[in-house]
C-alpha cells in the first residue's frame, strides 16, 4: 500500500481500540509499535539535520544545533507535559463511554494549544539571547545557535498541534495514524534539508526552515484527521472553547507533568552549561551521543505511553488488576528491547559517532560517552513505564516530584559537588545522568508498589444518556 493510498484511508473512518478487553500483550505490541517506528522516523530526520550541518556547514553549526535541545525542550516540555494531561482524561473517559464528554475535552484541548503556541512563539524568541547566555555558549556558536532558535520557535505552533493531536488519537487507542504522519513529515524534512542547505546554500537557517515545515505539514493532516472522524473525538472549529471543567481537569493531570518536564530540561541547560566548559570537540562528541541517546530511549518511552493509555482506559472502566497486569508486561517488554539496543550501541559506538562527525577527537568522545552511559539505561525503562502508569492512573504529582528530585535536585548537587570538590573532568560530569536515573527508579519503585495510585481516576464511570 503505498503513501498516497494510506493517508486516504487514515482520513476516513473509525480507528480507535477498546483496550479494556482482549490481549494485553497484544493491545500494548499494536499500539506501541507504530508509535515506536514513527518515533524512530521522527529521530531519524533530526539525525538528518546534525548529518548535514555536521558534514555540509561547519562544526560551530554542528554543535550549535545539537546542543540548543535543553532551550527548546523547557518551552516545548511544558506544554508536551500539559498536553498529556488531556490524552488521559480523555482516554478515561474513552474507556468510560462517555462520548459527551471526550468531545469537550478534545475542543478544551484544541484552544488551550492555540492560545499556548501564541504565547510560546513570542516568548522562545524574545528568551533566545538569554537561554544562550544561560548555558554558557561559545562565542563562536552563538551566530548559527541563534539563528536556528528564532526561525525553529517562529515556526512552533505546527509542532505543538501535532503534538496535541497525536496525543488525542493516540487516547482513544490510534497510534498508527500519527505514525503515518510522522513518516510524510520525516520524508518532507530530509529532502527540504537536501534542498535548502546542498542547493540553496542556506546553512543552519535552512535546517531550521525544513524542520518547520515539516513539522507543519504533519500538524496539518493530523487536524483534518479529527476534522473528518467520524468518532466521539472528531474536531469542528466552530466547538472550540475552553470547558472550565475540562480544562480543570486537564491541568490537575497534566500540570505536574507539565512543570517536571520543564523544569528537568531547563535544569538540563546548566547541564549543558559544564559540558560547554570543556572544548567544542567534546561539545560535539556530546551532540552525537545525544542522537543516539534519543534512539535508545524510543522503545521505553513508546511503551510507557501505551501504559498511559491502557491504564487510563482499564481504571476508566473500573478494571484495576487488568491495568496493573498491564504495566507489569509493559515493563518486561522495555527491558527487553532495551538491552538489546544498548548490545548494539556499545559494539558499533566508533561507527555510529563518525556517521555525524568524522572528526576523530569527536569520534574519541562520543564513542566514550556512548560505552560508559549505554548500559545504565535499563534503570531508565522501569522509571519510564512507571510514571506513564500513574500518569494513566491521574496521579501524575508523584512523579513530577519524584523526576525532579532526581533529575532536578540531585543532579544539580552532583554536578556541583563534582566539578567544584571531586573531578571537573568529562567522564565524572557525564555521570551525573545514570546517577539521576538510579535515584529516580528506586523512588519510582518505592511509590508504585506503596501507593494507592490506582484511586487516582479522574473521570466518572456514568455511562451518558440514552438518545
Given at each position: 500500500m503505498g503513501i498516497s493510498t494510506a493517508l486516504k484511508k487514515a482520513f476516513g473512518g473509525r480507528q480507535e481500540v477498546d483496550m479494556t478487553e482482549g490481549s494485553i500483550f497484544r493491545h500494548l505490541l499494536e499500539f506501541a509499535f507504530p508509535l515506536l517506528i514513527g518515533n524512530i522516523f521522527q529521530q531519524l530526520y533530526n539525525m538528518v539535520d546534525s548529518w548535514v550541518v555536521g558534514n555540509y556547514v561547519s562544526n560551530e553549526a554542528y554543535a550549535a544545533v545539537g546542543t540548543v535541545g535543553p532551550i527548546i525542550n523547557t518551552l516545548i516540555g511544558f506544554f508536551m507535559g500539559l498536553s498529556s494531561g488531556a490524552g488521559v482524561v480523555i482516554s478515561q473517559y474513552f474507556g468510560a463511554k462517555r462520548a459527551d464528554k471526550v468531545h469537550d475535552t478534545v475542543h478544551t484541548a484544541?484552544?488551550?494549544?492555540?492560545?499556548?503556541?501564541?504565547?510560546?512563539?513570542?516568548?522562545?524568541?524574545?528568551?533566545?539571547?538569554?537561554?544562550?547566555?544561560?548555558?554558557?555558549?561559545?562565542?563562536?556558536?552563538?551566530?548559527?545557535?541563534?539563528?536556528?532558535?528564532?526561525?525553529?520557535?517562529?515556526?512552533?505552533?505546527?509542532?505543538?498541534?501535532?503534538?496535541?493531536?497525536?496525543?488525542?488519537?493516540?487516547?482513544?487507542?490510534?497510534?498508527?495514524?500519527?505514525?503515518?504522519?510522522?513518516?510524510?513529515?520525516?520524508?518532507?524534512?530530509?529532502?527540504?534539508?537536501?534542498?535548502?542547505?546542498?542547493?540553496?546554500?542556506?546553512?543552519?537557517?535552512?535546517?531550521?526552515?525544513?524542520?518547520?515545515?515539516?513539522?507543519?505539514?504533519?500538524?496539518?493532516?493530523?487536524?483534518?484527521?479529527?476534522?473528518?472522524?467520524?468518532?466521539?473525538?472528531?474536531?469542528?472549529?466552530?466547538?472550540?472553547?475552553?470547558?472550565?471543567?475540562?480544562?480543570?481537569?486537564?491541568?490537575?493531570?497534566?500540570?505536574?507533568?507539565?512543570?517536571?518536564?520543564?523544569?528537568?530540561?531547563?535544569?538540563?541547560?546548566?547541564?549543558?552549561?559544564?559540558?560547554?566548559?570543556?572544548?567544542?570537540?567534546?561539545?560535539?562528541?556530546?551532540?552525537?551521543?545525544?542522537?543516539?541517546?534519543?534512539?535508545?530511549?524510543?522503545?521505553?518511552?513508546?511503551?510507557?505511553?501505551?501504559?498511559?493509555?491502557?491504564?487510563?482506559?482499564?481504571?476508566?472502566?473500573?478494571?484495576?488488576?487488568?491495568?496493573?497486569?498491564?504495566?507489569?508486561?509493559?515493563?518486561?517488554?522495555?527491558?527487553?528491547?532495551?538491552?538489546?539496543?544498548?548490545?548494539?550501541?556499545?559494539?558499533?559506538?566508533?561507527?555510529?559517532?563518525?556517521?555525524?562527525?568524522?572528526?576523530?577527537?569527536?569520534?574519541?568522545?562520543?564513542?566514550m560517552l556512548l560505552r560508559y552511559l549505554s548500559p545504565f539505561y535499563i534503570l531508565c525503562c522501569l522509571n519510564q513505564i512507571y510514571a506513564g502508569a500513574l500518569r494513566g492512573a491521574g496521579q501524575s504529582r508523584a512523579p513530577m516530584l519524584i523526576m525532579i528530585g532526581s533529575f532536578v535536585v540531585f543532579r544539580q548537587c552532583y554536578l556541583y559537588i563534582m566539578s567544584h570538590y571531586i573531578a571537573n573532568e568529562m567522564l565524572p560530569i557525564a555521570m551525573s545522568y545514570p546517577a539521576g536515573w538510579l535515584v529516580c527508579s528506586a523512588a519510582m519503585l518505592l511509590y508504585y508498589h506503596n501507593s494507592k495510585w490506582e484511586k487516582a481516576c479522574v473521570v466518572e464511570r456514568e455511562q451518558p444518556a440514552e438518545e
Open positions: 484544541m484552544m488551550m494549544t492555540l492560545i499556548l503556541a501564541i504565547l510560546f512563539t513570542g516568548v522562545g524568541i524574545v528568551t533566545v539571547p538569554f537561554m544562550l547566555n544561560l548555558i554558557d555558549m561559545p562565542e563562536e556558536v552563538i551566530p548559527e545557535a541563534t539563528t536556528y532558535l528564532v526561525i525553529y520557535f517562529a515556526g512552533v505552533i505546527g509542532l505543538m498541534f501535532y503534538n496535541i493531536g497525536s496525543g488525542i488519537l493516540r487516547a482513544v487507542g490510534d497510534s498508527t495514524r500519527p505514525f503515518l504522519f510522522l513518516v510524510v513529515s520525516a520524508v518532507l524534512n530530509t529532502c527540504l534539508d537536501l534542498l535548502f542547505v546542498l542547493k540553496f546554500h542556506m546553512g543552519v537557517a535552512g535546517v531550521a526552515y525544513a524542520t518547520i515545515f515539516a513539522q507543519a505539514v504533519s500538524a496539518a493532516l493530523v487536524i483534518i484527521t479529527l476534522m473528518r472522524s467520524k468518532a466521539s473525538i472528531r474536531f469542528r472549529i466552530r466547538d472550540m472553547r475552553i470547558d472550565w471543567e475540562m480544562l480543570g481537569k486537564i491541568v490537575k493531570v497534566g500540570f505536574p507533568a507539565a512543570l517536571q518536564m520543564a523544569i528537568t530540561a531547563f535544569s538540563n541547560v546548566f547541564v549543558q552549561s559544564y559540558i560547554n566548559y570543556f572544548e567544542t570537540d567534546f561539545m560535539s562528541g556530546w551532540t552525537a551521543y545525544n542522537k543516539m541517546d534519543q534512539l535508545i530511549w524510543l522503545p521505553m518511552q513508546s511503551l510507557a505511553l501505551a501504559a498511559t493509555t491502557f491504564v487510563g482506559q482499564n481504571l476508566g472502566m473500573g478494571k484495576v488488576e487488568r491495568a496493573k497486569k498491564g504495566v507489569r508486561k509493559a515493563f518486561f517488554m522495555a527491558l527487553v528491547c532495551t538491552a538489546g539496543l544498548i548490545v548494539g550501541v556499545v559494539i558499533f559506538a566508533p561507527t555510529l559517532v563518525s556517521f555525524f562527525n568524522k572528526k576523530p577527537e569527536v569520534v574519541e568522545y562520543g564513542t
